[in-house]
């Protein structure tokens, strides 16, 4: 069973900057290519970022290219999200998630992605 624990969501000033970490059981952060994704209240879960399994290729959302920054520690047991410069439009939960469909490529499609963590709340103050 694969299982991802997010962690270090918080309450930040815009301007600001927060470190996200998605710990992940046995070998599934360098096993699969890892994502972010965020979702705010009545709207569906939007990708924010992802990180091929070798570690080579990243992606990003448009919205926060620049600002964010995935990685994965030389221990590939967790994948993080660097988040600087942060904007109110930032705040929602983010969650974390290993692709699990067409992992020939790295993927910003929510339906390729599984093995969702519980998520972490980020809010933005303006």
């Known amino acids: 069973q694969v299982q991802l624990v997010e962690s270090g969501g918080g309450l930040v000033q815009a301007g600001g900057s927060l470190r996200l970490s998605c710990a992940g059981s046995?070998?599934?952060?360098?096993?699969?290519?890892m994502g972010w994704f965020r979702q705010v209240p009545g709207k569906e879960r939007e990708f924010v970022a992802a990180l091929r399994s070798s570690g080579g290729t990243t992606d990003y959302a448009d919205s926060v290219k620049g600002r964010f920054t995935i990685s994965r520690d030389n221990a590939k047991t967790t994948v993080y999200l660097q988040m600087n410069s942060l904007k109110p439009e930032d705040t929602a939960v983010y969650y974390c998630?290993?692709?699990?469909?067409?992992?020939?490529?790295?993927?910003?499609?929510?339906?390729?992605?599984?093995?969702w963590g519980q998520g972490t709340q980020v809010t933005v103050s303006s």
């Open positions: 046995g070998r599934t952060v360098s096993a699969y290519n």
């Open positions: 998630a290993a692709q699990i469909r067409n992992t020939w490529r790295l993927s910003a499609v929510e339906y390729e992605y599984g093995y």
